[in-house]
């Protein structure tokens, strides 16, 4: 027996005698988050509960972090330990499935973990809640997590006697030469997994099963169809009606739907999934979109520049686009012997603008913007609406710079995305600073004094705002720190839209330089910066966030000209005229229907205001005016009216008082 030095974070410490689990370890440091926890990290390595510690042999402390509920690592173990428990339960009913992969989800608003199946026969929607019924007993019966050490040979045997070709095909991948494996305990499953979960089942009581969908083995088309089975799970039954009841709220708000009852934006088959098509009416809140940007980027000193949508593929070789992102590119086409491929990104394209002439400190910064539209090759159980697509267009920017001038850079964008984002009425912005970290297992390029000054950089830019943001330890893009922005919506969704990147690999690789005021080349520093980030999707939310009603500057058809009788229709088109002639968006409906039917119908079409004319309006020459929430409010001029919409329009007004 030794002794174990164990330290609670970096409280509490005592020694006790080995060896011990972690779980009776943490009973000794703190009973109450022992009691809390759902696994640890020890020396920063994740482990179950059970794991057993042992006395490092130069008697060196051992650091124990429990991992809690609430936190982003405690959902990730009780999502995970959840799908094990959803491939039990499948396992069960349905004996002789072969299992695929089973994450948990933490940045997807839509489910919290999947499992990929493919089943004797194939599941339908109402399976699913008979397999919730029996995750439900399983839980119940309050089973043990187990994980177990084994070779690989074992493991390969283990599996391809339980008729599991594809979790030998990843132990034959992934594993090294002991292989983990978790059992839960009197259930029929096994997993190849590295774990950690939770140590029992009990510990899952609130989650519920979603949907089906299709899924190919790793992703790839070429590989065997699969079906996704996706879910939730929260640490409380509070959380998760919570979140069942926001997601109703969402299916209402759902853009697709709103996409097609307002004729904003379509995705039709036959011309390609994961392609949008811009309506007119679509077209005109994109164009105020983009007008509004640039109106901003001028203000700001950008310049616009415009780039092609292919190029030979040996850019994207030295780029190192194809090493590291290669699968998500569409495939090369070749011209004469010259291969090209589609863009994924633009930052290639910004660079040889760049690099176009030689660059001088005085020339800098140089800051190129582009509406970029790119290429991704997704699959298609991946895409979703407006959300996930094919095609889209990045609000891409990308700035040059000397190292002294970067701060000033990103302060200034930090500032920028504030501007932008609470102007289309998102007042809760969460600003993520992801950083390298102590993660030494990532390929981090650029030197420690690069990445501290840059690091340095961009917390000082969030703080000089007084903004309270999360530091993310180890989530850096591997070429530099980033500022990432998540904004809530009106039903408390989180999103993440543009981004804030530092990048030591881009000037590196393309040997971008200026010339200093020693008169010898430096090497630039280089901002990637978007903050819709692809437009498809920042209107995806803003049609959810606005539920189809946008505001006025924004609005489609701002204002429906509704004459009450047909005596009225010359009267309405000349308003109608006059509006639209002050650079109103007007919409007469002239049509031999009930007011109250155009009423309703403009309603529908979510229009700002009705000006409903009838005898009287005519007589006077005035109008009378509805407004699409309060109803009338009240007959006035038409200079009147012109003065107060103008007026909303101007100030880019959330609502219409
Ligand atoms: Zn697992
Ligand atoms: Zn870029």
């Known amino acids: 027996m030794s002794e174990i030095n164990v330290q609670l974070n970096d409280g509490a410490s005592t020694a006790i005698a080995g060896p011990v689990t972690v779980a009776e370890a943490l009973k000794h440091l703190d009973r109450d988050m022992a009691k809390q926890a759902l696994a640890a990290r020890v020396n920063g390595a994740e482990v179950d509960l059970a794991f057993e510690l042992d006395s490092p042999e130069n008697g060196d402390t051992l650091k124990i972090e429990p991992v809690l509920p609430q936190t982003l690592a405690g959902l990730e173990v009780l999502r995970h330990s959840t799908a094990h428990l959803l491939a039990a339960a499948v396992l069960d009913l349905f004996p002789g499935t072969q299992l695929g992969i089973g994450p948990a989800l933490l940045d997807d608003p839509r489910y919290g973990f999947f499992y990929d199946v493919i089943a004797p026969r194939a599941l339908t929607e109402s399976d699913l809640p008979v397999i919730e019924k029996k995750m439900r007993q399983i839980a119940s019966r309050n089973l043990a997590y187990r994980r177990d050490e084994i070779p690989k040979a074992e493991a390969m045997r283990l599996f391809s006697e339980r008729a599991e070709p594809l979790k030998c095909e990843l132990i034959d991948e992934k594993a090294g030469e002991r292989v983990s494996v978790y059992y839960i305990d009197n259930s029929p499953f096994i997993d190849f997994c590295l774990g950690p979960h939770v140590p029992n089942t009990n510990k899952l009581r609130a989650f519920k099963l979603l949907s089906l969908a299709g899924a190919y083995w790793k992703g790839d088309a070429e590989n065997p169809q ?10 409380s ?3 998760l009606d919570g979140w069942l009841k926001q997601r109703e709220e969402a299916e209402k708000r759902d853009h697709r739907r709103l996409g097609r009852e307002l004729d904003l934006f379509s995705i039709q088959d036959q011309y390609g999934q994961g392609l949008i098509f811009w309506h007119p009416k679509g077209g005109i809140i994109r164009q105020q979109m983009e007008d509004y940007l640039r109106e901003e980027l001028v203000k700001r000193d950008y310049s616009f520049v415009y780039t092609p949508h292919i190029a030979r593929r040996e850019l994207w070789q030295v780029s190192g686009h194809e090493q590291a992102y290669g699968d998500s590119m569409f495939a090369p086409t070749t011209i004469e012997d010259v291969e090209f491929r589609l863009k994924p990104m633009n930052c290639p394209f910004h660079i040889g603008i760049y690099k176009s002439q030689q660059r001088s400190y005085r020339d800098l910064p140089q800051r190129y913007a582009e509406m970029g539209t790119v290429y991704r090759a997704e699959l298609s159980g991946t895409l979703h609406g407006l959300m996930r697509v094919r095609g889209f267009t990045v609000d ?3 700035l040059f710079c000397t190292p002294e001038q970067v701060r000033k850079e990103i ?7 504030n501007q932008v984002l609470k102007t289309f009425g998102f007042e809760k912005i969460k600003f993520e600073l992801s950083v390298r970290g102590s993660d030494t297992s990532k390929n981090w390029l650029g030197s420690a004094e690069q990445w501290a000054s840059a690091e340095v950089a961009l917390a000082e830019a969030l703080e000089a705002r007084g903004i309270v943001y999360e530091r993310i330890e ?4 591997f070429y530099g720190p980033k500022i990432d922005f998540k904004i809530e919506d009106a039903i408390g969704r989180l999103w993440q839209l543009g981004t804030v990147q530092w990048d030591f690999n881009l000037p590196e690789r393309f040997e971008l330089e200026y010339i200093g005021e020693d008169n010898k080349p430096h090497r630039p520093v280089m901002v990637h910066r978007a903050l819709f980030g692809s437009i498809e999707r920042f209107f995806g939310v803003l049609i959810e966030h606005y539920a189809g009603a946008f505001p006025m500057w924004l609005a489609p058809v701002q204002v429906a000209v509704l004459p009450i009788t047909d005596r009225v229709n010359d009267y309405a088109t000349s308003v109608a005229a006059e509006l639209r002639q ?3 968006r007007v919409l007469p409906n002239l049509r031999s229907e009930k007011i109250g039917a155009k009423i309703r119908d403009s309603q529908m079409q979510k229009v700002p205001f009705m000006l409903v004319l009838g005898d009287r ?6 109008v009378a005016v509805r407004e699409r929430i309060k109803g009338d409010i009240g007959v006035m001029s038409l200079e009147e009216f012109k003065a107060m919409a103008h007026g909303l329009i101007e100030s880019r007004a959330l609502a219409n008082t």
């Open 226 to 235: 699969m079906q996704r089975i996706y879910g939730t799970a929260f640490f």
């Open 237 to 239: 039954q509070e959380e």
């Open 396 to 398: 891409d920017a990308h």
């Open 411 to 417: 302060d200034d964008c930090v500032d920028f995305a």
């Open 474 to 477: 180890g989530e850096a893009a």
């Open 582 to 584: 002050s650079g109103l």
């Open 617 to 622: 309006e005519l007589e006077q020459q005035q």
